[in-house]
């Protein structure tokens, strides 16, 4: 099992920032992913931004050049700072995490809503 904690979600004006962060605790593999997914309202869930161990990462095109997803290996935690923020950014943030060995791990989800 792996347990993910979010944090750092709220309201900001278009054109602002915010950072959400993500901890991975419980059965860790050294060799994994960790990203941040999204669901707006009335939409699909959609991937924002994934990284995995080895430093490699995925952006989905509607947040390249705006979003820059990190981690710390050491503390199993995963960053994803968000500027340029636009009021389409606006969703539920979650923090999954996956290895080979399993179908993959949620977080509880983090708002984000983005004010025009």
């Known amino acids: 099992q792996v347990q993910l904690v979010e944090s750092g979600g709220g309201l900001v004006q278009a054109g602002g920032s915010l950072t959400l962060s993500c901890a991975a605790s419980?059965?860790?593999?050294?060799?994994?992913?960790m990203g941040w997914y999204r669901q707006a309202p009335g939409k699909q869930h959609e991937l924002a931004a994934l990284?995995?161990?080895?430093?490699?990462?995925i952006y989905a095109d509607s947040v390249k050049g705006r979003f820059a997803i990190s981690r710390d290996n050491a503390k199993n935690t995963v960053s994803l700072q968000m500027r340029s923020l636009k009021p389409e950014d606006t969703a539920v943030y979650y923090c999954?995490?996956?290895?080979?060995?399993?179908?993959?791990?949620w977080g509880q989800g983090t708002q984000v809503t983005v004010s025009s």
């Open positions: 419980g059965s860790i593999f050294s060799i994994n992913s």
């Open positions: 990284i995995t161990s080895g430093g490699s990462t």
């Open positions: 999954r995490y996956g290895d080979s060995r399993s179908p993959g791990y």
